[in-house]
């Protein structure tokens, strides 16, 4: 038995990745096929594109956040349920968080997988033959199952780029014509109705452009390898752990990884209830809340008129409750965004107000303590000394970086998307 998988690379940023990798992901699935999507990097932005373009939650696949072997059990695990397996690179295909390190190229080489290699077409034709020579010929341990061409004018146009995968002796799977209908949606919009409409849209449209002219039976047949499988560890009865997970159109940047943790922890049973800050009036019954990241900056006013909602969770913050905010949860904690009332248990405030991006990997040492994340914002705190941090974050290079860690009884927040796919969690509470 034998079944596809594969990493879709390209040559930079900006090549399309995320629309080829949507419309072939959403194309195989309606051929009936079962595509089970994965994302390299920290990214939870295009891995919610993905769970549209397939109907299948996708795994993020991140050497800093976590260790070579997690990985492996990662991709194993949910590949070992899949028909095909598709992987949507970060970046250019060599470009990691040092040098090469947890790039597209040292994914796929960690797990073997073949590589669809996507290029940018707009203003060249027979010169991509240099291009794709030092793309194929710079690394020995990858495997490059073939080219497709993107923004593609012609077809004499695609002529010339045959041309050049047949004298640099590389399988040439296709093309997707240039088109105003592919250009991607703003990754800003929530998960409301309308944005999930609009997303559909796009994929369907990208899907189209993708069966036209790439030879999707080619390139399956090129990227088969035999069939894996996968068998889950048995774990003993454990006392049932109440976590309440704030999950809608204002908070939904999780690491699905993160919540599977939760759900097999050794010691507990975690029994995950989502719930909306947004729309339910009170929280479920929990013995730990998590705020993830988001949007809440889109939606400040009605989770300011939502007042029981913003009442139970201050609540169960007074009462000793255990709650960890991340970046959009952590403003949810604060005292108020630009004039809207949030929960009110930490003492700082929160301003868009002059935004600018902050963003990059972190290691954020907890006293004993080590977890690894990302940072990705545009707000900032207006005073984010009035709470003293009870950690310190770092970047890739080791510098300290002036991200804070709060801590005020039981609640624990921070601008960094923690992943703790392979760490415990419970271990900030002492639970």
Not at 158 to 183: N, P, Q
Not at 393 to 414: G, H, K, M, S
Request: net charge negative; glycine share 6%.
């Amino acid at each position: 038995m034998s079944q596809s998988r594969f990493l879709i690379a390209a040559t930079h940023s900006g090549c399309g990745k995320t629309t080829f990798s949507l419309g072939l992901m959403r194309t195989l699935t309606q051929h009936g096929l079962n595509v089970q999507p994965f994302k390299c990097g920290p990214d939870y932005i295009d891995t919610q594109f993905h769970a549209v373009a397939t109907g299948h939650p996708s795994t993020n696949l991140d050497t800093f956040m976590c260790s070579e072997r997690h990985v492996e059990t990662l991709f194993l695990k949910y590949d070992s349920r899949a028909d095909v397996s598709i992987v949507e690179g970060v970046m250019g295909m060599f470009d990691g968080y040092s040098k090469d390190r947890g790039s597209s190229a040292h994914i796929a080489a960690l797990l073997n997988l073949p590589v669809v290699l996507l290029v940018n077409a707009a203003s060249c034709a027979y010169s991509v033959a240099a291009t794709l020579y030092g793309f194929t010929q710079f690394s020995k341990e990858l495997r490059i199952a073939g080219v497709v061409f993107n923004r593609v004018a012609s077809e004499s146009h695609f002529r010339f780029l045959k041309e050049a995968c047949d004298d640099v002796g590389v399988t040439c799977l296709g093309y997707i014509r240039k088109s105003t209908r592919l250009e991607t949606p703003s990754r800003h919009l929530g998960l409301t109705l309308s944005a999930r409409e609009t997303m559909n849209t796009f994929i369907d449209h990208a899907a189209k452009a993708v069966e036209e002219h790439v030879d999707i039976d080619l390139l399956l047949e090129k990227t088969r390898q035999p069939e894996s499988s996968y068998t889950p560890p048995i774990l003993p009865r454990r006392p049932k752990l109440r976590i309440a997970v704030a999950r809608d159109e204002a908070f939904n940047f999780i690491y699905p990884e993160n919540l599977e943790a939760l759900r097999n922890h050794p010691r507990y049973e975690g029994r995950i209830t989502c719930f909306s800050p947004l729309h339910d009036k009170q929280l479920p019954n929990a013995d730990l809340v998590y705020l993830p990241g988001g949007y809440p900056e889109l939606f400040a006013a009605e989770l300011a008129q939502n007042e029981s909602m913003r009442r139970s969770i201050a609540d169960f913050a007074k009462n000793g409750g255990h709650i960890l905010g991340e970046c959009g949860g952590m403003i949810y904690l604060t005292q108020e965004l630009d004039g809207h009332p949030m929960c009110g248990i930490l003492p700082l405030s929160c301003t868009m107000n002059q935004a600018k991006l902050t963003l990059g990997y972190r290691r954020v040492v907890i006293g004993a303590l080590t977890f690894s994340g990302h940072e990705f914002h545009y707000s900032h705190l207006t005073d984010p000394h009035a709470l003293p941090s009870v950690g310190q974050q770092y970047n890739v290079r080791q510098e300290p970086v002036d991200t804070p860690v709060y801590r005020l009884n039981n609640t624990v927040a921070t601008y960094t998307h923690l992943y703790w796919g392979e760490q415990d969690l419970l271990t900030l509470w002492n639970l």
